[in-house]
């Protein structure tokens, strides 16, 4: 089974501070993608990643960077952590190529206090 | 988690019923579509799949309709348990979004079954 691995279920962080969502993949996937989930707005898309080191905007990139080294592991990154950036945090994986199912991990709830 | 399913339209039925699910689409140029399970405190999980050439597709207890016409997706779940009590996604991948599977979410269903 393929597995999308969010390093931490649930974060609280202070309004500046610069936080790292980890998210690992074990199945060899080329794409890779962080969205952000609020009540009511479904998945929004932060910025994917289709290469190592390659990485496009999505459609709400602002107050977001990302960072993908190695093919495994894609990394979102919030310079400075406001507090309209809490929200559940969703990270997926795709084969590359066009037309197949992306697979999610379970989230990270992060709460900027 | 928890919160997903708050401010979302609800379909609620017996547990046993058939259940459908309605989507509107947005893009007619999209060409791939997927209906996404959200259990509480869990991340999306893939249900079943269509492609544009497709009307209908059907998998275990559970059918997808596509009707192209009108943009309009649903998802025919039969004999439904209490299970299957979630928050329903559908998300449409357009044609030419450049092969990398950029998934467009709707907003989301949830759906409740009760005994």
């Known amino acids: 089974d393929v597995k999308v691995t969010q390093s931490s279920r649930y974060l609280v962080k202070r309004t500046g501070e610069k936080v790292f969502l980890e998210c690992v993949q074990d199945m060899d996937h080329e794409n890779m993608f962080w969205y952000r989930q609020d009540p009511g707005l479904g998945l929004r898309l932060i910025y994917f990643s289709y290469d190592v080191k390659m990485k496009e905007k999505g459609d709400i990139p602002e107050g977001y960077s990302v960072s993908r080294e190695k093919k495994e592991r894609f990394s979102l990154i919030l310079e400075s952590a406001s507090t309209n950036q809490t929200s559940m945090y969703l990270c997926?994986?795709?084969?590359?190529?066009?037309?197949?199912?992306?697979?999610f991990g379970q989230g990270t709830r992060l709460t900027v206090v | 988690g928890e919160s997903v399913g708050l401010h979302l339209p609800t379909l609620s039925v017996q547990e046993g019923d058939n259940s459908i699910i309605n989507c509107a689409y947005s893009?007619?140029?999209?060409?791939?579509f997927i209906w996404y399970k959200q259990e509480s405190g869990k991340g999306p999980q893939f249900i079943i799949d269509i492609r544009s050439n497709m009307d209908k597709r059907q998998g275990q207890r559970v059918t997808v309709l596509l009707n192209k016409t009108v943009k309009h997706l649903s998802l025919q779940i039969a004999a439904t348990q209490p299970g299957d009590s979630a928050v329903y996604f559908c998300?449409?991948?357009?044609?030419?979004?450049?092969?990398?599977?950029?998934?467009?979410f709707g907003a989301g269903t949830r759906l409740a079954v009760h005994p």
């Open positions: 893009n007619s140029a999209s060409d791939y």
């Open positions: 997926a994986s795709s084969v590359g190529g066009y037309g197949t199912e992306a697979f």
């Open positions: 998300a449409e991948i357009p044609l030419f979004s450049g092969g990398y599977n950029k998934l467009i």
